[in-house]
Structure formats: structure tokens, C-alpha cells
């Protein structure tokens, strides 16, 4: 019942501000006492051992503590099959499971979420028993979206979460420090295990002014993305500061967080204000505001110092005027290609894009919260009012049970309904390759374009049609501009013709509730939050069938033989952007997340550019995950050359392991994405970044390369400078080079590569 609902959730607890406090005022003292940025304060005060003083910012790293796990469907599976190798009877940390990712987006939320429980069955009940056997609460398929759930029930202000998923940051929008990680290092935190982050700098954007209009925090977001481009936040927590804060909704910053993603940050972070108590309040959580209320200024946001001379304390500062800040849009293919909505009629001239908006979606995790909706809404109303009907397809992604619930109390749903957009399930398919264009005309590989008020436009993402392009935009104009059907239409200034031939049409801007008046509904019982504590249950048995095309118990990597890597072929040299998209597909071959072997048949390292390598052993052509096979069939290991940000976009942890199932040994690039890199190393593949970034091109494709300095790095890992050599003899055998490279791997990280992945170390006691 709604009854014992609210009491289940004002169990979880407020976070535990004494013991935050006292470890940072130790470690501060440690630091002499120096003024410290919000991500700072939040970092030290979960330090595994307080007495170590932390490295300085960009170096060194840092061992952690994390307060809480949540893991999606997808990712969950990989986790946790690796968690059951620790042999634990429970979580060290409470941790949440959600059922979002395997839900197709096809005819509506419904039937949508039956078919996917349906085809899914396996998966979810293998998940649900596990929750049961170690005591994670588990979100069924259909109660929401992990980020929102999370934001809904779990975030808390100064606390420190991981999450499987890269989006993990949007509980940055509510104080909480959160961070994208793949799901060997949520197994860390599982399994107790100090989880260790190499010491982020400290990105400050400083906000002025407010949001006006049609402009949103997406806007914000998405001009910044600009700014920095895809690489700009790498290696960074963006922390933002500045009297525009308080002008901001939580859920607002929780987008801005939430695509903190997009510019490779490591999280992005608000400190503490009144909107952030109300949405507390409004999700059943005044304890949970009361707390912060008490630790506000001293642990809650930056010391004063920082704030009054921020370009002492903030690696770097950015300045955003949120009042003189324009709608913006962003694409096709990358989110970073940022460009204000009225320039978008010159664009489709100048790069010859079709004017068509061939369907518009709004929603997902990033966009879906009352005050997004109550706005894209109150257009709807307008432009019905005048007798208009939307002239691309319009579909509704609600972020949670509570979300899309509420909107039907207050009649939302039904605005959009009548203006004939469809609903989908609280669920992440569109935006995850799972969406199903049946309903609209467009027809399969077409090509065509489609704004969505989502979070990434990499090709294929959505539709699994590469020929999409997937422009991004505030819910507001998405909604707007899906009446008009054309890309070039802005709907801050240009207006449409009335059905009833009385004139033009123009919407006012938008305008709409940051929470709902009358507090959130709960929505159907069977999405309930499940109790905040919950006690494991080790009767509980967790099948996994050995004839399961979609589940594998794990076997170990094999450890490092003690020598140089030697006679590794390059099987692929990867030109340009090589996102975990690209190293690991996923739309369809999500449904093998929990297979490794079968999910390594997919196409690796697919660029678009075509699918062929020649096997140096046979000479004979084949596509890339043939000849991964066929060298690993022979016992002969291999190495990729990438360029820059190689690893950039999810957290999933496939990336890393099935070029490693498949046998290859170290990845070479000009750079790494964070997320990636790190999985590379728990997965026991050596990543390298060329000292010369001109050196890639001494590698091709069937190059032998071999390592020069491994035994020694390994033996000797606390005196490594960070340097190895490689030995590059071209495919025909002609004259070797040798070039040095860097490495980033801690002494920890060279124990994981020896031992051939972090979670042999682990089992090694
Ligand atoms: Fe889901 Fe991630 Fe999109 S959580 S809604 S797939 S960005």
C-alpha cells in the first residue's frame, strides 16, 4: 500500500554526516588546512584510510569507500556474475538493481513491458534472484529509468555512489557525488575493497545570472558540451558554483550533471541548495533534508575561500551567463556539436541536411522530470488549443512509475495522448537501440533526422539505423518543434499557419511546475520501491542453465606468464572516434550482456568504415571478429592501435572484456577515456598512450609489436616511471622501430595485469 511505501523509504537512512565530517577535518588538518572545492571535501571524506594525505589533484590516486551501488539490467549482469566469484554472503554497501535497458520501445508501454518480461524472463529472474540471495533491492521492468529511481529514493547530498552506467552523474543534480563505472569496480565496492580513482582535478563553472524563456538547463548543458567537447572534462569533476545555482530547479541539475557524461567528466556536482531540500521533501525525504540542512555550509559546498577567489582553488573555470544563454541543439552524431536552435536553418544548407524531422522524443533519464514535462506540456495544450497536430510522430518517455504516474494524475498524459504522441514504457529503449520505428513511416536504414531531448546522438543509437541523425534538444523544443516537422523551424520566433485559416500561430514560452503541487503519485503497486533494507537470503539459489544462450558463469583470465609480451599482431589500427559503441555494439546484442562468449561475436571496433582485416597468418580477409577468432584459435594474442578518447561513451565493461576473451593483450592509443581505461586494466589488457602521438602512424595493420620493460615494471612496480617501450616490426618484416610509451597503471593495477584481471587478485586473497 501507498502506506507502507512511504515508511519503506523514509527507512533509508540519512547519510552519516558525523563520520563525513570528522574524517574531513582530519584529512583536511593533513592538508594544512588549505580551502577546499565541494568535490574535494566529498572525496577525502570517504578516503579508505584518513591518516594517508591525498595526492594533489591529476596525480596519484585515490582509495575510496563508496556508500552505494546501483547497477541497470544490463550491466548488473556482468557485476554480479563477477560479484559471486568473491564468495560473499551479502553487499558490503547497500545497492539497487534496475530493470530499464532490455525494455523495447515499439507499440506503447503496456504491451511493451509484457514483451520484454516475456523475451527477457531469464535475465530478469536470474537478477531478482540474486537481489534476493544478497540483498539488493531490486526495481522490476517498468518501474523507471535507474538514474530518476535513483534520484527519486537513493541520492543524498554529499555522499559518494557508483553506478553501472555512465550516466550515473545525473545524482550530482541532488549533491550526491556519482560516478560511471563498469561493473568490475562496482564489484569492488561490493566486495569491500577500497575502490581506487586517479585524483580528479577540479573543473569550476561558475553560473551567472537565470534561465529565461524557452532556455532550460539542457541548454546549459549542451552549450557547455561545446565548450569543452568530448574530450574537454576528462580527467575532471565539473563543479559548478556561482549565484546562477540557486535560480536552478534539482532536477535541472541533475540533466546538467547527467550529461556531464557527454564531455568525458568524471562526474559533475552542485552544491547544496534549498531546491535540492524540496525535492527531498517532495520525495518523502525531510529527514534526509534535515540532516543536510545542519551540514550545509561546512560540508556541503565549497569552503568560502574557493568561492571568493576561485581561480586559486579550480584547475580550470568556465562562466556561463544563464541570462544571455540561447536555446541550443546539438549533432548529428556527436553531443558536443552544439549550435543555437536558430542557426539551424543555415546549417541544413550549408551541410545539405534534409529539413524533415522525421520524429521527436522526449523523455529518458535525462529529461523527464515534472518541471520537463509540465512545460513540454503546457506547449501541447497551446498548440492543440489553436487546433494543431504535431506533424512528426511525438513519443513520451516517462523516467519512472512516480514520474509518468504523477503526470496522469494531473492530466499531462492525457494532453500528449490527445495530441495523439505515444507513451512508452518508464524505460530506457528508445535511447538504447531498442526502439522499433513500426509506427512511423520512416522507412528501415532511411535516411533521416530526429531530435530528441536525450542525453547521446552516436549514429546508430537509437534505432540501430545509422542513417539517423539524432539531434538533441531541450524537451521544450523538441515538443515545439515536432508541430512543425521541420528542423528549421524555431519556435521562439517563427509561427504556423492555423488549420482554421485565421492567421498564424506562435507559442509562448514555455512555462511549467518544478514539482508537482499536490506531492508525487505512487503508481502501480508492482513498482514500488522495494524495503530500504533488505536481509540476503543464502537458501536462495541462483541458476544459470549451462545450455543459457544469454548467461555464463565466468571463468578467469589467464594470469601474465612472468615475460615480454612478444609477437602480438596488430589486428586492427582504428582511425578516428572509437566509442565503446563502436568496440562493443548494442542495441540487439545487449540481450548477450551476461554471455561473454556469445556476446563476442559481435562486431568489434565497427567505425562504419568497413568490417575486413586480413588474417596475417592465412593472409586471407575476413571481418574483425573472425580474425580475432581465428588468431585465438592458434594461441597467437593481438594488440589494437587507436586515436584519440579510444573507450569514450558508456561504462559497460564488454568493451575491455571481450577483446580480451578474444585474446588481445594491450591496447596502443594516442588517448584513453577514462571509464575504458580502467576497465582495460581490470580486465588485465595493458593500455598504452604513444609518448609521440606521430608514432601511430608507424603502426598498420598486421604489425608484430612487443614490449620492452615489462618483467622489470612488474617486479619493481613502486619505482616505475610510467614508461615502456615497444617494439614495432612492420608486416613485411622490414626494419623494427622502437618507440616509448606511457602507462597510468597504479601498483595495484600492475597486480591486476599480472595476476590477468582485478578480480583474480581478489580471489587470490
Ligand atoms: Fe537509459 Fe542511459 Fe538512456 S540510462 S535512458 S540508456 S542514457
Redesign the pocket.
Known amino acids: 500500500s501507498a502506506t507502507s511505501t512511504s515508511s519503506a523509504i523514509s527507512q533509508v537512512p540519512a547519510p552519516k554526516y558525523t563520520q563525513f565530517t570528522e574524517t574531513l577535518r582530519q584529512v583536511k588538518s593533513s592538508l594544512g588546512g588549505r580551502p577546499l572545492t565541494l568535490a574535494e571535501k566529498i572525496l577525502y571524506s570517504h578516503l579508505a584510510d584518513a591518516t594517508v594525505t591525498p595526492p594533489a589533484r591529476g596525480e596519484g590516486y585515490l582509495k575510496l569507500r563508496p556508500d552505494r551501488v546501483a547497477m541497470?539490467d544490463a550491466s548488473a549482469q556482468m557485476a554480479l556474475l563477477q560479484f559471486q566469484l568473491a564468495r560473499l554472503p551479502t553487499t558490503a554497501v547497500p545497492a539497487s538493481i534496475h530493470c530499464?535497458?532490455l525494455i523495447v520501445a515499439e507499440s506503447g508501454a503496456e504491451a511493451d513491458v509484457a514483451r520484454s518480461i516475456q523475451d527477457n524472463a531469464e535475465i530478469f529472474n536470474f537478477l531478482e534472484s540474486m537481489a534476493a540471495k544478497y540483498g539488493i533491492a531490486f526495481w522490476r521492468p517498468g518501474s523507471g529509468?535507474?538514474?530518476q529511481i535513483v534520484l527519486e529514493n537513493y541520492a543524498a547530498p554529499g555522499t559518494l555512489m557508483l553506478g553501472t552506467?555512465s550516466?550515473t552523474p545525473n545524482a550530482g543534480g541532488l549533491g550526491m557525488l556519482a560516478i560511471g563505472v563498469g561493473g568490475a569496480d562496482a564489484v569492488d565496492a561490493l566486495a569491500h575493497i577500497p575502490w581506487e580513482l586517479k585524483a580528479p582535478k577540479v573543473l569550476g563553472v561558475r553560473l551567472t545570472g537565470s534561465l529565461d524563456g524557452w532556455t532550460s538547463p539542457k541548454d546549459v548543458i549542451l552549450h557547455l558540451a561545446g565548450q569543452l567537447t568530448v574530450r574537454g572534462g576528462t580527467g575532471h569533476i565539473i563543479e559548478y558554483f556561482g549565484p546562477g545555482v540557486s535560480s536552478l530547479s534539482c532536477t535541472g541539475m541533475a540533466t546538467m550533471c547527467n550529461m556531464g557524461a557527454e564531455v568525458g567528466a568524471t562526474t559533475s556536482l552542485f552544491p547544496y541548495t534549498p531546491a535540492m531540500a524540496s525535492y527531498l521533501k517532495a520525495t518523502r525525504r525531510s529527514h534526509m533534508a534535515e540532516a543536510a540542512n545542519a551540514v550545509a555550509s561546512e560540508y556541503l559546498s565549497p569552503d568560502t575561500d574557493v568561492t571568493r577567489d576561485p581561480k586559486s582553488f579550480y584547475d580550470r573555470i568556465i562562466d556561463i551567463d544563464l541570462s544571455t544563454l540561447k536555446p541550443h541543439v546539438s549533432g548529428p552524431a556527436t553531443p558536443d556539436a552544439s549550435f543555437p536552435v536558430a542557426e539551424f536553418p543555415k546549417r541544413l544548407r550549408e551541410e545539405g541536411w534534409e529539413d524533415r524531422l522525421s520524429a521527436g522524443l522526449i523523455g529518458?533519464?535525462?529529461n523527464s522530470s515534472y518541471e520537463d514535462m509540465s512545460r513540454a506540456t503546457h506547449l501541447v495544450q497551446q498548440a492543440t488549443e489553436a487546433g494543431l497536430t504535431p506533424k512528426s510522430p511525438l513519443y513520451v518517455t516517462p523516467g519512472s512509475e512516480q514520474i509518468r504516474a504523477t503526470m496522469e494524475r494531473d492530466g499531462m498524459l492525457q494532453v500528449f495522448e490527445k495530441a495523439g504522441a505515444t507513451v512508452l514504457a518508464n524505460a530506457?529503449g528508445p535511447?538504447?537501440g531498442q526502439w522499433r520505428r513500426e509506427e512511423d513511416d520512416t522507412p528501415v536504414n532511411a535516411d533521416n533526422s530526429i531530435l530528441t531531448s536525450?542525453?547521446?546522438n552516436f549514429r546508430g543509437r537509437n534505432d540501430g539505423n545509422i542513417n539517423t541523425k539524432n539531434f538533441l534538444a531541450a524537451p521544450e523544443l523538441v515538443t515545439a518543434m515536432a508541430f512543425s516537422g521541420r528542423l528549421s523551424f524555431n519556435p521562439a520566433t517563427d509561427t504556423l499557419p492555423r488549420p482554421d485559416g485565421k492567421g498564424e500561430f506562435r507559442f509562448t514560452a514555455p512555462y511549467g511546475d518544478e514539482l508537482p503541487q499536490s506531492g508525487f503519485a505512487q503508481g502501480q503497486a508492482a513498482y514500488r520501491p522495494p524495503p530500504a533494507t533488505i536481509q540476503p537470503d543464502e537458501s536462495v539459489s541462483v541458476k544459470v542453465d549451462p545450455e543459457s544462450k544469454r548467461l555464463q558463469l565466468l571463468d578467469p583470465f589467464s594470469a601474465w606468464d612472468g615475460q615480454e609480451i612478444q609477437g602480438l599482431r596488430v589486428l586492427v589500427r582504428v582511425q578516428g572516434k572509437c566509442t565503446t559503441d563502436h568496440i562493443s555494439a548494442a542495441g540487439p546484442w545487449l540481450k548477450y550482456k551476461g554471455h561473454l562468449e556469445n556476446i563476442s561475436t559481435n562486431p568489434l571496433f565497427d567505425t562504419g568504415k568497413v568490417n575486413t582485416v586480413v588474417n596475417a597468418l592465412t593472409g586471407e580477409e575476413g571481418t574483425i571478429p573472425e580474425v580475432a577468432k581465428a588468431y585465438k584459435a592458434s594461441g597467437e594474442s593481438w594488440a589494437v592501435v587507436a586515436d584519440h578518447n579510444y573507450g569514450e561513451g558508456s561504462a559497460r565493461e564488454h568493451a575491455a572484456m571481450q577483446p580480451r576473451f578474444l585474446g588481445c593483450k594491450l591496447i596502443i592509443a594516442r588517448s584513453f577515456a577514462r571509464i575504458h581505461e580502467t576497465n582495460l586494466k581490470k580486465q588485465g589488457v595493458l593500455p598504452v598512450t604513444l609518448q609521440d602521438e606521430a608514432d601511430y602512424e608507424l603502426f598498420e595493420q598486421g604489425s608484430v609489436v612487443e614490449t620492452i620493460g615489462l618483467p622489470d615494471l612488474i617486479k619493481n612496480p613502486k619505482g616505475n616511471d610510467g614508461t615502456l617501450q615497444l617494439r614495432i616490426t612492420p608486416a613485411d618484416g622490414s626494419n623494427p622501430r622502437v618507440i616509448p610509451v606511457t602507462h597510468t597503471m597504479s601498483v595495484d593495477q600492475l597486480g591486476w595485469f599480472s595476476s590477468g584481471s582485478a578480480l583474480n587478485r581478489i580471489a587470490q586473497g
Request: net charge negative; aromatic share 6%; with cysteine.
Open positions: 541497470q530499464d535497458h529509468i535507474i538514474h552506467d550516466h529518458s533519464c535525462t530506457c535511447c538504447i536525450f542525453n547521446r
